[in-house]
């Protein structure tokens, strides 16, 4: 079914259009779901994305020829009939959703299905083929409610007047996802930010995502920070970037600390189970939900949820995609 | 089981011994009774239920869950208790992620006491419906015994005490005395009654513990030496009736060595090195190979007992019937022992003897000439010492052997436990034939830095030639300098040697393998 529609290990080739979904290489016509380094890459000819995806990655490669694509707004390429619904993984994120020859495939890039305050809900798409991620694809993966790990958060952070928490969070989405949420429960004190991070939270204020008083976490005395929420990119919990802080309590943000030995891994003292991809609840819920004839898996976990379709009378086949799952993106 | 399954999150997770203390602290002011005194049971080792076996455990998920994919999970996760507590499927009904309070601490002790093996998983699956993640991990490792969240029972007991301002030797002084849920002893630590009296109790007294000698030498009329034996250290507590054996955490260690615990009835409290006879040293200690065999054990069999016979050599003499002489000079404590001695079973104990030297250059000649098995180094004890707590300065110092090292070719490399558990950190070496083959001769999985760990970790997913499930066979390139504290014939290892004590020492980068040691080389060491 849908010959039109090719997986290769460099990403997914829509023939008719002539354009590739999140090709790992530099392509001459690129359909992105979503800014992440593993699905958004520089160097292509042209690219369709959503204005958010594209503003992405123009900060992350520079500009490049790009045509945005609003949610909901329909475009043709080559004889397919292309949508972008949201896939409410970070700001911009999409789901690609192709019409061609009387069958409709969807390629969900990551999502998740949680609410999230910066960026729209995951609409599912009923489709014949439904192209899904599987980063937490195993059982075990079951993320709490996002209020009783933020909950978590403040209560160390109140205890501890004397430190401050540092939440190692994935710089695009997470971190300001983490922002938000503690904003949605009062926390109104200014948050300190790493240097790495600076650009991409002022582009989500330029969207429109208040997250309040954001300061550099650089050239600060640390005694001011005392008290307050650091978010810094995981890589540099642990790193000497760290050192210039008031005794932090080390948090991270991530599905993955969800098993204890992960967190022990990277010195986690606070183990936040917040994650910007969907759980295994989520993501079998949600192949129940869009009632695929076929369902391709991008990466992750795919065995175990190529295992879980075929008990259940789901066609399902894995994809193997190169280069794909930064794990600090969990 | 809230509160004692976010205590033992928090044990996991905190890296600093005083964060450690503080949380056990707080746990023991604010949990309610009985459920805090249970909780000092399980955490001191003091608890043991064992209610149910894993491979119960491992049947009861495969019968509410896809079997496949509780395999791919624990596969996965590492540890079966933490794979069940993530993947237990609660009925419908009831949400996967909440406690829902009904289920103390001491009401899951009660169960899991009055179950017999065939009904245990049925309870099991009925509290488990109560938890969440962290309760359902928490009873799971309760109910199959052993919490193994990184805490010896000594470091709970200081949390105790830290928790009422009280000493930690005093506590461990009525421990013995009492008995989990250990009531009195809360009711001692809030001030509601006296002390619990100790007398008549064999309860543990600390060890005096020695400083590495770092001084070119110290003058012998002031020292005397012994020979530092490489077995365990104990205490042995009689009062006439009972008698215990003591590790050096304080751990009660009787039941491992029930020959010794029921060959000494005497009245006293003696300190000495445990130790198994063998053959190294004509029919006296055997290396530590062999008393290795022997510990950690709950229970012990006749056979163990016989092939690996375990006795004690006898440093020093603490109390004597009613008479505590810890504050007489060793001079005289060591006169008493030896005035003791002969009451004892000579099968099971004797005397470490001291080593005559007219100076410090004959003693450094005699420690550089023994190659003993068994024999670690020395120790040099001031002749007033009286026997104190811990380890104060200048009173007794312990002079180990330099360790021996060879250059061995890193052979295999498996991933470590733990915070490791995403490194291969453990690393077996080899040295070559003189065919030209390389055997294994040991295993190591210390002696290096983080940096030189990522480093090693990098070097074997690059080099791994094959992979026998989670060991990964590497390119026979990479020379490891490795320090050990000596070699034995082993039958156990296709060389015929094992070392005692092997660490990564240096990672020889510049070194080619060929010019690595010798099997032979290696031989020449074995004493």
Redesign the interface.
């Known amino acids: 079914m849908a010959h039109w529609i090719e997986p290769h290990p460099t990403g997914i080739y829509v023939r008719p259009a002539d354009a590739w979904i999140d090709p790992s290489l530099p392509q001459e016509r690129a359909l992105v779901t979503h800014g992440h380094a593993d699905h958004a890459r520089g160097g292509h000819g042209h690219v369709w994305a959503t204005r958010e995806t594209l503003a992405i990655m123009a900060l992350r490669y520079g500009t490049a020829s790009g045509t945005a694509v609003g949610y909901g707004e329909e475009i043709r390429l080559g004889g397919v009939t292309i949508r972008y619904v949201p896939a409410g993984h970070v700001l911009g994120s999409a789901q690609i959703v192709l019409d061609h020859a009387g069958e409709r495939v969807v390629v969900t890039g990551d999502y998740k299905r949680r609410p999230d305050p910066t960026c729209k809900a995951f609409e599912p798409v009923p489709c014949d083929i439904f192209v899904t991620e599987a980063t937490f694809g195993l059982p075990v993966f079951r993320h709490p409610e996002t209020g009783s790990e933020m909950d978590r958060l403040l209560v160390a952070l109140h205890a501890h007047p004397d430190r401050c928490v540092l939440v190692g969070a994935y710089a695009l989405g997470k971190a300001q996802r983490v922002i938000c949420e503690l904003r949605a429960r009062g926390h109104r004190d200014p948050i300190y930010i790493h240097g790495a991070m600076e650009r991409m939270c002022a582009l989500y204020q330029d969207f429109g995502i208040d997250m309040g008083e954001l300061r550099p976490a650089t050239g600060v005395p640390a005694k001011e920070m005392r008290g307050h929420v650091v978010v810094s990119p995981p890589s540099a919990l642990n790193d000497r970037w760290s050192r210039r802080l008031p005794d932090p309590i080390t948090a991270m943000a991530s599905g993955w600390m969800r098993v204890r030995q992960r967190a022990r891994q990277k010195n986690v003292e606070l183990p936040l189970v917040i994650s910007d991809h969907a759980d295994w609840d989520e993501l079998t819920d949600t192949i129940r939900e869009v009632a695929p004839t076929e369902t391709w898996i991008t990466h992750g976990r795919e065995e175990a949820l190529l295992h879980w379709c075929m008990t259940h009378q789901i066609k399902a086949r894995a994809l193997a995609l190169v280069g794909r799952e930064d794990e600090d993106e969990g | 089981m809230r509160q004692f399954s976010q205590l033992l999150d928090g044990l ?4 600093s011994r005083n964060g450690k203390l503080a949380l056990i602290a707080a746990y023991m002011r604010e949990a309610p009774d009985p459920d805090r005194g249970w909780a000092l049971a399980a955490l001191t080792g003091n608890l043991d239920l064992k209610a149910v076996k894993a491979s119960a455990i491992g049947d009861m998920i495969r019968a509410r ?2 079997p ?2 509780y395999e ?2 624990r596969d ?4 079966l208790a ?2 069940v507590a ?2 237990w499927p609660k009925r419908e009904e009831q949400p ?2 909440l406690d829902d309070g009904s289920l103390s601490l001491s009401a899951v002790i009660d169960r899991l006491h009055g179950v017999s093996r065939a009904a245990a998983p049925d309870a099991m699956a009925q509290m488990m419906d109560h938890l969440d ?1 962290s309760g359902r991990f928490a009873l799971l490792k309760l109910a199959t015994g052993g919490l193994r969240v990184g805490i010896s029972a000594r470091l709970a007991k200081t949390g105790f005490a830290q928790a009422f301002d009280l000493d930690v030797d005093d506590v461990e002084q009525v421990w013995h005395a009492l008995s989990a849920p250990y009531a009195e002893l809360f009711d001692w630590a809030e001030g509601r009654i006296g002390r619990p009296d100790p007398e008549g109790t064999p309860y543990f007294r600390p060890f005096m513990l020695a400083h590495p000698l770092e001084a070119d030498s110290v003058d012998l009329t002031d020292y005397a030496a012994e020979w530092k034996w490489d077995g365990i250290r104990i205490q042995i507590v009689g009062t006439g009736s009972e008698t215990r054996l003591y590790s050096r955490a304080g751990d009660d260690i009787s039941g491992s060595f029930p020959e010794i615990a029921q060959a000494f009835t005497g009245h006293a409290v003696l300190d000495g090195e445990l130790l198994v006879k063998g053959d190294t040293q004509g029919g006296e200690a055997a290396s530590f190979n062999a008393l290795q065999q022997r510990l950690g054990r709950k229970a012990v069999s006749a056979k163990m007992m016989a092939d690996y016979p375990a006795f004690v050599r006898l440093y020093d003499l603490l109390i004597e019937g009613d008479d505590d002489v810890r504050t007489l000079p060793w001079k005289q404590r060591r006169a008493r022992l030896e005035a003791y001695m002969p009451q004892l079973a000579a099968d099971r104990f004797d005397l470490s003897a001291l080593i005559e030297a007219p100076d410090f250059e004959a003693l450094a000649d005699i420690r550089a000439g023994a190659r003993d098995a068994a024999i670690e180094g020395v120790m040099l004890k001031r002749r007033d010492s009286p026997y104190v707590a811990g380890r104060k300065a200048a009173l007794w110092y312990k002079w180990k052997r330099d360790p021996l090292t060879a250059d061995c070719v890193m052979m295999y490399a498996q991933r470590g436990h ?5 490194f291969y950190s453990d690393y077996t070496f080899g040295c070559w034939t003189e065919d030209g083959e390389l055997l294994p001769v040991g295993k190591a999985y210390s002696g290096f830095t983080d940096e030189e760990l990522k480093w090693l970790d990098r070097f074997v997913r690059q080099n791994t030639v094959a992979r026998f499930g989670p060991v990964r066979e590497v390119e026979k390139t990479l020379v490891l300098e490795v320090a050990f504290d000596s070699i034995h014939d082993s039958k156990r290892h296709k060389s015929g040697l094992a070392m005692r004590f092997p660490r990564i020492a240096r990672i020889r980068k510049d070194k080619p393998a060929a010019e690595a040691d010798t099997i032979e080389g290696l031989k020449k060491l074995v004493v």
């Open positions: 996991v997770y905190t890296r869950t896809d496949v994919l791919m999970s996965y996760v590492g540890d933490e794979t993530l993947l996967a992620e993640a733990g915070k490791r558990s995403s």
